[in-house]
Every structure is written in structure tokens, then in C-alpha cells.
């Protein structure tokens, strides 16, 4: 019974994670004015293009909910990802309303959503990879960017560091938590996609404006393509 209503409490979660665009006004970065120095157009951001990749995130985890109501209710492997993934998604329907006054606040709370997001991706099992694992592995690579993203606006918008220097620390940062997670977790080639991806985006928005945050970004991603090559290309163990 537990396990049923951890799937159901996944569900819910989700429903209303997806729910939440639709609920708020559309976010388009924290607003210039909501910070002692004005970030127009931060370093540290992707170009706007990159955050089309919700599209795919909403979806797919759409299906992955439903998916588990149908046919996975009672499953001890969904179970054992569905509680910290519902920590993730259930409060992160909040954030969309939350970033739109308090960057700082939201900043936490994705931060929060990264780690629950992560924990699901490590405890994912290998079977319903395309159900469960892919759809979790694209949201927290994309998390694991987005949170050090809106770190590295706080840190430029209340002058703690220049927005150079806080988009060369939160890239850093943030290439420290994706190899460690592609490490711990290498055949989720979907967690580096999405890592890469932001990292792309970051490249682009800087091309002929900064020419040291798009060296990163670009180096980043190198070291992130080969470290998802490397776990993609890995043979699973075998079972004895």
C-alpha cells in the first residue's frame, strides 16, 4: 500500500509541476531591477533558446508519471526514486512564483530541487531506462545548470563578485557536481546532454561579448562529452 501511494504521491507532484507555467506569469529571468546591481543579459546565462529544453523536460516526465500509475504502482525500484523525485518536482512547482520576487529564496529552492533530483537519478534502476531513468537524468542535468545559473545572477546582482567572476565560479561549480554525478552514474548519457546543452547556450550568449566565459563553457563541454562518451560506451556489469 506505501509503495502505491508513493507512486500516486509522485503523480501529484508531477501534475502540479506541470501545472505551474500555466499558473504563473511567464518567466523570462529574474528581473534587472530585483537586485542592487542590475544583470542584463548575465554571463552566466544560456541564450533564451537553450530553455526550450522544458518543452521536452515537461513531457517526458508526463509520460514517466503516468507511466508508473498504470503499470508500476506497486514496484520497489520506481518506489526507491519516487519519494526524493516528488521532494523535487512537488516543491518546484513553487518556483516559477517564487523567482518572480525573491531570487534569493528561489535560488535556494532549486538548489533544493537539484539535490532530490540527483538522489532520484542514483537511486534510478537500469530497467525502464526510456520510463524512468532518461526523463530523470534530463531534468536533474538540466537542474544541476539551471541552479548554478540563478547562484551566479545572485552573486553578480548583489555585488558579491563581478558577473565574469561569478560566471566563472558557477560554471566551475557546476562542472564539479555533473562529473561527480556522471561519475556515480555513468550510463545516463541524458544527464550530460542536458549539462551540455546549457553549457552550449552559455557559449553562444557570450560569442564576441566574453570571450573568458565562452572559453569555459566550451572547455566544459568538451569534459563533459567525453565523460558522458566514456559512460554511454561503458558495458553494464553483469549480474552474477
Not at 507532484?13 to 523570462?28: D, G, K, N, V, W
Not at 516526465?61 to 504502482?73: D, H, T, Y
Not at 546582482?157 to 566551475?172: F, H, K, M, Q, R
Not at 546532454?193 to 563553457?217: E, F, P, Q, R, Y
Amino acid at each position: 500500500m506505501w509503495r502505491m501511494i508513493q507512486i500516486y504521491l509522485l503523480a501529484a507532484a508531477t501534475l502540479a509541476f506541470l501545472m505551474s507555467p500555466s499558473l504563473t506569469e511567464p518567466f523570462t529571468g529574474y528581473a534587472p531591477g530585483s537586485f542592487p546591481v542590475e544583470q542584463v543579459d548575465p554571463p552566466v546565462q544560456p541564450a533564451g533558446y537553450a530553455f526550450a529544453i522544458w518543452g521536452v523536460i515537461y513531457i517526458w516526465l508526463g509520460v514517466m508519471a503516468a507511466f508508473g500509475v498504470l503499470r508500476r504502482k506497486t514496484d520497489a525500484d520506481w518506489q526507491r526514486v519516487a519519494m526524493p523525485l516528488a521532494l523535487s518536482l512537488g516543491p518546484g512547482a513553487a518556483w516559477l512564483w517564487v523567482a518572480g520576487f525573491a531570487p534569493i529564496t528561489a535560488t535556494v529552492l532549486i538548489f533544493w530541487m537539484m539535490g532530490f533530483a540527483i538522489l532520484a537519478l542514483l537511486r534510478a534502476p537500469a530497467p525502464d531506462r526510456w520510463w524512468l531513468q532518461a526523463p530523470v537524468a534530463l531534468y536533474a542535468g538540466w537542474l544541476t545548470a539551471a541552479a548554478h545559473v540563478s547562484l551566479g545572477v545572485v552573486l553578480g546582482g548583489y555585488g558579491w563578485l563581478s558577473a565574469t567572476g561569478a560566471a566563472v565560479l558557477c560554471i566551475l561549480l557546476a562542472l564539479g557536481v555533473a562529473l561527480a554525478v556522471l561519475w556515480r552514474k555513468p550510463q545516463a548519457p541524458e544527464y550530460g546532454a542536458a549539462v551540455g546543452w546549457a553549457l552550449i547556450g552559455i557559449a553562444v550568449d557570450n560569442s564576441g561579448s566574453n570571450g573568458t566565459v565562452m572559453a569555459l563553457a566550451l572547455a566544459g563541454l568538451l569534459v563533459v562529452a567525453a565523460m558522458t562518451a566514456r559512460g554511454a560506451l561503458k558495458r553494464p556489469p553483469r549480474a552474477a
